[in-house]
């Protein structure tokens, strides 16, 4: 007789909100322009997001932003990885480069932004219209994880 069960989704945290940001820029340059057009804090976090794999490993650095006061976690993500392994190539270059996404199905999307915390609507839409006033911005809008398949790499 089964009393209680337990599913994948009861330990999820579905309450953030994800905005794609399309940008050439390096993340800490990013974190910088967002940093004076937000008015946040953006600082390198003390851990990065690592995944292992038989073939490449790859490590997304994490800038965050930690707002005690309105209770908002706000994390900048990079969505992509390139590794360089060195090997015997029987090409023209001793070096081949591996691309890892974060979430593969988005591999346009330059960085994530994920906002953690209850934000209003008004307040997720005024975001993203700051983050598009950046000039190295391409453009910026919301995108809902319940449709990427990938959405568990943004649990940490």
Known sequence: MQIHSLE??????????LIGIHSTLDEYKLAYLL????K????RANYNLDFENKNNDAS??????INPRFNHNWFLISNQFTNNIEGVSTGLFQTNEITTYLIPEKKKVDFFL???GDFD????????EQINTINQVITSYTIDPNILKSKDFLIF
């Open 8 to 17: 994948l989704d009861d330990f999820s945290d579905n309450n953030y909100t």
């Open 35 to 38: 940093n004076n057009t937000l």
């Open 40 to 43: 946040t804090k953006f600082v």
């Open 60 to 65: 997304f650095s994490i800038y965050e932003f």
């Open 114 to 116: 994920k906002l953690e």
């Open 121 to 128: 609507a008004a307040c997720i839409v005024k975001t993203v």
